[in-house]
């Protein structure tokens, strides 16, 4: 964890946004995966990581405001559970590194709550069922109007202190970059014609869990990268194909990293796929260099359409004017989804909280556009922010035959091209980047990306012909 002060101040910030009321943090849970005792990963919650670091389940916190303190709710373990699990240090203990000085039984949250009930109670909107009933019993809400509950003011000060990374918590997302980047390379180096998906899925996964942390989600590796959240690992690497591997490591604090890497099966790219990888590599490489504060994120998801619908029409796949073309949205056809979003303790970060809330505000409404309507971040850039860049190209044969189907874009989509990369599958690159005082900057150590540097590691290491 991060020492007490950091703790400290950032509840101290709390305190200078909402200035009076409680404020209730609830921590997660285990969950059973098959029965109660065969429990999921246990996975804190973020928020709840960045204002109390403590690490373990079943705890809650409360902040008041008015009389100045933060209290940690949770039980000693019983010497039966220090029998099968282990001793841990006291709760007091934990809540001391962290700056809280005072420490309850879980049953005393009720209480307080009880005897506080006429003042402000403000809660995150929750995400598993078991907080939302915690909080309907807790605060005596009707179970289905919990979340709209919940507390816009406490949700946009969480957002406003999370979005903006600090030092140490840039170190963080480099290791957590640099761990995910391992994964990359060994992925790039060890795929062979042949292989089934999940050898290289495991490798990866391996890679993360070796590290001392784990997965900050789940590994796409897959030879059908047209389907953009593939997580089936089943099928056999052959010769001609692309493999898109989006994964990344979160470290033992929680930080995420997010990149994505798409390699030939092959030692090479056929010209093909090499014309394509170079359009979605010039889109990712000419929005990094545009980066800067001030700079409105959803300007760089159309700057990355509009070099797609450029490169596209030289290619022959697309015809007509390519500004119309990106006014109307066509490229939703080859890009369906956003250029980006925030990272951070989530993948996602604060996704939870409500993406209107992280990537948009007043007077910039996320539109109804296919493809647009995916963009999690569309909001001004600050310095502090770190986000990914990860533009794509698919071709997804079910998409293109409806489209053509309805004979949407036809003036703009040259179907009868389209139809000969049905089998092309998709290409996405994806870094994690800072946006500094005067621009960015590309987290950890560079992970290959042209195809002369893709290529070289899937030679170096004898990928097949
Ligand atoms: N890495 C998957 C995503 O950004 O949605
Ligand atoms: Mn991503």
Known sequence: MFSKNTYNQRRQQLKNDLYSGLLLFLGNDETGMNYADNVYHFRQDSTFLYYFGLDQPNLTALVDLDEGKSI??????????IVWMG????????????????????????NYLEKNKNRPIHYLPPYRAKHSIKLHQLLDIPLDKVAENASAELIQSVVKQRSIKTAEEIVEMEKAVNVTGQMHTT?????????????????VEGIAVGSGGNLAYPVIMTVNGQTLHNHYHGNTLEEGQLVLGDYGAETTMHYAGDITRTFPVAQKFTSRQKDIYNLVLKAEEDCIAALRPGVLYRDMHLKSAKIILDGLKDLGLTQGNMDDALEAGAYGL??????????????????????????????????????????????????????????GIYFIPELIDLWRAEGRYKEF?????????????GVRIEDNVLIT????????NPIPKTVEEVEELRNAQGGTM
Do not use: C, W
């Not at 042949?194 to 899925?201: K, Q, R, T």
């Not at 209107?356 to 502090?384: C, D, I, P």
């Open 87 to 110: 001793p841990q240090p006291t709760i007091a203990q934990q809540a001391a590194e962290v700056g809280v000085l005072t420490t309850l039984p879980a049953k005393e949250l009720s």
């Open 187 to 203: 992925a790039m180096k060890m795929a062979r014609s042949g292989m089934i998906e999940a050898e290289l899925a495991g490798a």
């Open 413 to 425: 989509i040259n179907y009868d091209k389209v139809e000969t990369y049905k089998d092309f599958s």
């Open 72 to 81: 940690i709710f949770g039980d000693e373990l019983s010497v039966e559970y």
């Open 334 to 391: 080859f890009f369906p989804h956003g250029l980006g979003h925030q990272i951070g303790l989530d993948v996602h970060d604060m996704e939870n909280l409500g993406e209107n809330y992280v990537g948009y505000r007043q007077g910039l409404e996320r539109s109804k556009l296919f493809g647009l309507k995916s963009l999690r971040l569309a909001k001004e850039l600050q310095a502090g922010y770190v986000l990914t860049v990860e533009p």
């Open 437 to 444: 005082e005067t621009g960015y900057r590309v987290l950890g």
